[in-house]
T-cell receptor, first 113, second 113 residues
Framework: NAGVTQTPKFQVLKTGQSMTLQCAQD?????MYWYRQDPGMGLRLIYY???????DKGEVPNGYNVSRLNKREFSLRLESAAPSQTSVYFC????????????FGSGTQLSVL | GQQLNQSPQSMFIQEGEDVSMNCTSS?????WLWYKQDPGEGPVLLIA?????ELTSNGRLTAQFGITRKDSFLNISASIPSDVGIYFC?????????????FGKGTKLSVKP
């Protein structure tokens, strides 16, 4: 009954460092998403994947890359972290049925110094 | 682009009071979702709505899909301290891309015991 699992929960990086945020879902959903949440800005879409093997840019993709490794896993990579990428990151997966639902992970709080 | 206007931005209420919040858009949506987010956690789905005029309850929470399909309302009856958090709406428009899921910026609820 895990749903959407994200790791790590917290991360501190120095400017220029790289890291990968991991996400996995056990609900057999096709579509997965990465969002960032900043005060006053709400949730903004970074990248999404409609199905295994496909990825598309969202509203704020610059500075990020993604990999849809398989149906379960969708990772987000910061190649060269910048202070502007300090944020809370959420992974989500979508049912894709007629009765749509979107389920979120518990988030990764990232600080770039 | 599409936007969701969520109001109020924040509410300070006394325990036991009822709460109402709403989301409006200039665009039509096929699905409305309501979430609650606690500090340091991911958004948790409270209620999903799929038909214009639909009224759905989840315990003390009741949400409605507006007749025009451009708005939705969430009511919380007899508030308690654990209702504290940020509530936000999300709308799906099937006519758009896979990533066409729009979020409101949230209503921050504070409850005085």
């Amino acid at each position: 009954n895990a749903g959407v699992t994200q790791t790590p929960k917290f991360q501190v990086l120095k400017t220029g460092q790289s890291m990968t945020l991991q996400c996995a879902q056990d609900m057999n959903h096709n579509s997965m998403y990465w969002y960032r949440q900043d005060p006053g800005m709400g949730l903004r879409l970074i990248y999404y994947s409609a199905s295994e093997g496909t990825t598309d840019k969202g509203e704020v993709p610059n500075g990020y890359n993604v990999s849809r490794l398989n149906k379960r896993e969708f990772s987000l990579r910061l190649e060269s972290a910048a202070p502007s990428q300090t944020s809370v990151y959420f992974c989500a997966s979508r049912t894709g049925s007629n009765n749509e639902k979107l389920f979120f992970g518990s988030g990764t709080q990232l600080s770039v110094l | 682009g599409q936007q969701l206007n969520q109001s109020p931005q924040s509410m300070f209420i006394q325990e036991g009071e009822d709460v109402s919040m709403n989301c409006t858009s200039s665009s039509i949506f096929n699905t409305w979702l309501w979430y609650k987010q606690d500090p340091g956690e991911g958004p948790v789905l409270l209620i999903a709505l799929y038909k214009a005029g639909e009224l759905t309850s989840n315990g003390r929470l009741t949400a409605q899909f507006g007749i025009t399909r451009k708005d939705s309302f969430l009511n919380i009856s007899a508030s308690i301290p654990s209702d504290v958090g940020i509530y936000f709406c999300a709308g799906f428009n099937y006519g758009g891309s896979q990533g066409n899921l729009i979020f409101g910026k949230g209503t921050k609820l504070s409850v005085k015991p």
